[in-house]
């Protein structure tokens, strides 16, 4: 399957090298420099210190900010207005919520009323059903019975 082994000399190859062809620079011409003079030269100042030594340099300003611009002033009738409505909106919440409510615990007094009834009515109906066949307490048979000093005596 495999080819036998042969001995070859060494095959030669053509070897093509590839080199990197450089661009050549832009020319860019250096920005000319303007001087700027400053409007006003600012003063030097000289400070000396407690210990003796001089510190001597230019005095800066502080920057002022820019001031800012002034808003128009709201109208009290504007702020009575929208004030007027808010409480309005809060006050008809809550009455949707205390309407809404009062229908809930009418429900729940309805229902409780109508429970109550339903035990009840059921036990009357056990008392009245069960009465005619057990008979609780004590049972007295008056035909022989005989009174004495107010004691019943069987």
Not at 47 to 71: C, F, H, I, N, W
Not at 72 to 95: E, T
Not at 113 to 126: E, K, P, Q, R, S
Request: charged share 10%; aromatic share 6%; hydrophobic share 45%.
């Amino acid at each position: 399957m495999f080819p036998e082994n042969v001995s070859h000399v060494p095959a030669q190859r053509a070897v093509e090298v590839h080199q990197p062809t450089p661009y050549p620079p832009a020319a860019v011409a250096p920005a000319p420099v303007v001087p700027i003079q400053p409007g006003t030269i600012p003063s030097v100042a000289s400070v000396v210190l407690p210990d003796g030594r001089v510190v001597t340099g230019y005095s800066l300003s502080p920057m002022q900010p820019e001031p800012l611009a002034t808003k128009p002033p709201v109208s009290r009738a504007a702020v009575n207005v929208a004030l007027g409505g808010v409480g309005f909106l809060a006050v008809c919440g809550g009455l949707l919520l205390l309407t809404t409510f009062i229908a809930a615990l009418t429900a729940l007094v309805t229902q409780l009323i109508v429970l109550a009834a339903v035990i009840f009515g059921g036990w009357i109906a056990v008392q009245v059903f069960s009465a005619s066949g057990h008979h609780g307490g004590t049972t007295v048979n008056i035909r022989k019975a005989t009174f004495k000093r107010n004691h019943f005596q069987g």
